[in-house]
């Protein structure tokens, strides 16, 4: 590469979606920029009390636009001219409804303030029946097609949400034409596809979430839906057979979008992918090395060669699926519901007062109690932080991280959080290391399932903005799982990512692996298990355990 070769990576995130620029010869960012979703900030479309959580296609479009338009002018020159390609993350599932020519029903008229038009966010659990009757469904028939899921479908994913949207709003069923991953769908817009028939489904997504598989020819058969719900008879003929991994072109931008974004149509437009899949490229996975993307949820990524693990099948976690992170290496998913989100949610706890009470104060005037509410809100995890750290290891407070459900191992978005051993000695950094010790033995529970399976893990790799930003969180991880945790120095790793596959699609490396070779950070911090520490931990885990295993079963007798 004589001539600057540049690439954009584009990451969409639960709140807010940020695109970097970056030089492809070394990895060096030159520019980035982050849009916040403007109608998810105010809460629209959203009922959180009941899972509900929907996001308006528009929140995407614009933020698509402004963060690479933004990545351009803070570059300057004439970088736009260098731009060879462009791939998207985007978190799933995060599935939605399109008409015929792809577009979501949402930008239709009629459709715009309708939440069951939008896109189901992945932490959305409206489908829970659905995903029991699924599961349910699976032992009827001689092929097991939940077998490369982990044995066990979720509300969190493709299936589920679509039979919950097409009982749910008739109208929405009636023009419904086909149900498309967020990540498959901007790919499209940005190729200027224009019948649904012509987006190209990832590998990643499709394995993972909609029980894609080579061994199945592709989807399972229609028989094995319309038997669930004749609602669903028909739909997989509108869906897709062949599906495709991440190194390779979805198309070129559309003469539209080159025109709206100021790049070239000769611009390489990469096949989407999750952002945790995208995310361990861009954090320099190794084979049978956790790749743990910490943030609101956590998305743990392992891969090895596909000839390692030949007939193997891993019970309870989030799919095997050959070529879904790296082509040509197993990738299997596992995680966590609920992480930074569990954190956020005591902290919201805590700031009730501020939002509640304070602002209506006749003490002080409304600006300054709104500059009073931020600057505490801000202050509130990190103060806890360093309170809880000196506190002693073996305190009575014990938690379950099930705050939104556990995704892994075995799936079951009934199950709640819990906190136990509550005294009036318990106070806000007591419950709050309660908390973090829950995440952390969430991850063991994780790890161990790999391990029990077969599947070795060396080491746990850290990314994401919990693993960058919470020394103490990410020492007690290392702590209780009892392995060393590299952090990447790299903050956006998800977005770095693609543009490590924006790159591999574009023929500028090879491979995936050259990509990140030549375009990777390195690490910058690595924390080490402090021995001293391990017998009270295996006691707390064992309480853990023990919590979960009662809330489990109060669960199942309501």
Known sequence: MNKDTFVIGVDYGSDS??????????????????????????GLFCDAPQNQFRQHPLDYIDGLEKTIKDCLAKAGGNCAASVKAISVDTTGSTPVAVDESGTPLALLPGFENNPHAMFVLWKDHTGIKEASEINEHA?????????????????????????????????????????????????????????????????????????????????????????LDP??????????????????????????WAERLGLSTDVVVGVGAFDAHMGAVGGQIEPYHLSKVMGTSTCDILVAPAVDLEGKLIKGICGQVDGSVIPGMLGMEAGQSAFGDTYAWFRKLLEWPLGDILLESKVIDAATAKLLRDEVSGKIIPELSRQAALLPIDENEVAVDWFNGRRTPDANQELKGAITGLGLGSDAPRVFKALVESTCFGAKKIVDRFISEGVPVKGIIGVGGVARKSPYIMQMMADVLNMPIRIHSQEQTCAMGATMFAATAAGIYPTVEDAMAAMGGGFDVEYFPDKATQEIYNRRYQQYNSLGNFIEQQTAKH
């Not at 620029?21 to 920029?33: F, Q, R, T, W, Y």
């Not at 916040?36 to 105010?42: A, F, G």
């Open 17 to 42: 979606v940020r695109s970097v620029l970056v030089d492809a010869k070394n990895g060096h960012e030159l520019a980035s920029s982050v849009f916040y979703y403007p109608r998810w900030q105010q």
């Open 139 to 227: 032992t009827k028939f001689d092929i097991n097609y939940l077998q490369y899921v982990g044995g066990i479908y979720s509300s969190e994913w493709f299936w589920a949400k679509l039979l919950r949207t097409l009982r749910t709003d008739e109208a929405v069923r009636k023009a419904m034409y086909s149900w498309v991953e967020h990540c498959d769908w901007i790919p499209f817009l940005l190729t200027g596809g224009k019948h649904a028939s012509d987006i190209k489904r990832g590998r990643c997504s499709a394995g993972h979430k909609a029980l894609w598989s080579a061994e199945f020819g592709g989807l399972p058969p229609d028989e094995f839906f319309s038997s």
């Open 231 to 256: 609602l669903l008879k028909g739909i997989t003929s509108r869906l897709f057979k062949d599906t495709y991994t991440s190194d390779v072109s979805a198309g070129n931008l559309s003469k539209e």
